[in-house]
């Protein structure tokens, strides 16, 4: 199955790979994404909870990945994480 196949029936892709030339380095694509990307591109968005004035970093996922989750640890050490269950 070549690429063309699977762009023409709407599938969209899950990974990208570069060719063994190419330029650009690790640390320029993250600063390409850090410039584009959104927290709501991946599903995120923050709200505050009016009644304690908390800030919450919510994921539309079910699971958040254990690197993202690794570094919003990082990024705030003292929060705290948590799974709802709504029914």
Same mark, same amino acid.
């Given at each position: $199955?070549?690429?063309? @196949?699977?762009? @023409?029936?709407? %599938?969209? $892709?899950?990974?990208?790979? !570069?060719?063994?030339?190419?330029?650009? +380095?690790?640390?320029?694509?993250? /600063?390409? *994404?850090?410039?584009? %990307?959104? #927290? !709501? @591109?991946?599903? *995120?968005?923050?709200? +505050?909870?009016?009644? +304690?004035?908390?800030?919450? %970093?919510? =994921? /539309?996922?079910? *699971?958040? /990945?254990?690197? &993202?989750? @690794?570094?919003? !640890?990082? %990024? #705030?050490? =003292? =929060?705290? =994480?948590?799974?709802? &269950?709504?029914?």
């Amino acid at each position: $199955m070549n690429l063309n @196949d699977l762009e @023409d029936n709407g %599938l969209k $892709m899950n990974k990208y790979w !570069s060719k063994k030339d190419y330029k650009k +380095t690790l640390n320029t694509l993250y /600063d390409v *994404f850090k410039n584009t %990307l959104t #927290l !709501s @591109d991946i599903g *995120f968005k923050i709200r +505050t909870v009016k009644k +304690t004035g908390r800030i919450e %970093l919510v =994921s /539309d996922r079910v *699971f958040i /990945d254990g690197t &993202i989750a @690794d570094e919003i !640890s990082k %990024l #705030l050490p =003292s =929060s705290a =994480s948590c799974f709802n &269950i709504y029914g």
